[in-house]
């Protein structure tokens, strides 16, 4: 599970945390092709964020994706108004690469984002005008429909796309609670240079839901991390050990080396 910035990103396959490698602002993920997945998303800030999703270089959240102060969102399809299917990842054979060509964004998957600007709200004096009554804050509020955000402008931008807990097999999906199953310290040990390559296609149908939505004017930092997908004989999860490659015994992901022999684990 990668974090950057308030923001903790994630691969999921079968409702499960994959084990990911952490390189400085890159991680990567071993998945078996065929395997449909999900991207966890969840902002530790207190304010909202804007989140952009790219996949082999295609736009997976047209606007961007609210996520708001707490929040948690599985990504299992592109965000927009109409249905949509399941991110499938399939083996990027060579009948394949002459049909579409190969591009240098295949099996990243790019989460950039940033944060909504704080609010600020004037302070106005009692209506009765009292030495001794002290300032007060209006308290604001939305009626139904989208909801919108004050900002010093008193303008709105950034139409974009926020999440409904209405998808299947999905849970704690939207609101402050977390899901379970948090993932570790990453365990592998290692990486081969020639890892099969894959892309992803349509899956799938999925049931997730998404709504139009508003948020106000944005900071101007964006932030950014990098998730590669490797093909892979099974999905290692988190909750599996790491088995030390000199003397076999197994340890838990938070281990840097055995315990046993001393042998680097990570």
């Known amino acids: 599970m990668m974090y950057s910035n308030k923001l903790v990103a994630s691969v999921k396959s079968n409702g499960k945390f994959l084990r990911e490698d952490h390189r400085e602002n890159e991680s990567t993920v071993y998945l078996p092709f065929k395997s449909e997945y999900s991207v966890f998303l969840k902002n530790l800030s207190e304010r909202r964020a804007l989140v952009h999703v ?51 964004e295949d099996g990243l998957i790019v989460v950039k984002w940033q944060f909504e600007k704080p609010v600020n709200i004037p302070l106005y004096r009692h209506p009765q005008w009292y030495e001794n009554i002290p300032w007060v804050q209006p308290s604001w509020t939305s009626g139904g429909g989208p909801t919108f955000t004050t900002t010093n402008t008193g303008t709105f931008s950034n139409e974009s796309y926020t999440a409904c807990c209405t998808s299947e097999g999905i849970r704690g999906a939207c609101g402050p609670q977390g899901a379970q199953g948090h993932a570790g310290p990453p365990g592998f040990i290692g990486y081969a240079a020639s890892a099969p390559q894959g892309i992803t296609v349509e899956g799938s149908k999925s049931n997730q839901n998404f709504s139009k939505g508003y948020i106000g004017n944005l900071e101007g930092t964006l932030y950014s991390m990098v998730i590669k997908l490797y093909g892979g004989p099974r999905p290692i999860y988190v909750s599996e050990k790491i088995q030390c490659p000199t003397c076999g015994r197994k340890w838990k992901t938070s281990f840097e080396f055995c315990g046993n022999c001393g042998t680097a684990l990570k």
């Open 54 to 104: 790219d996949i082999d270089g295609k736009n997976m959240t047209e606007g961007g994706l609210i996520v708001a102060a707490g929040q948690v969102i599985d990504l299992e399809r592109p965000a927009n108004f109409s249905t949509g299917r399941k991110f499938k990842f399939i083996e990027k054979t060579s009948e394949i690469s002459d049909f579409r060509g190969d591009h240098p």
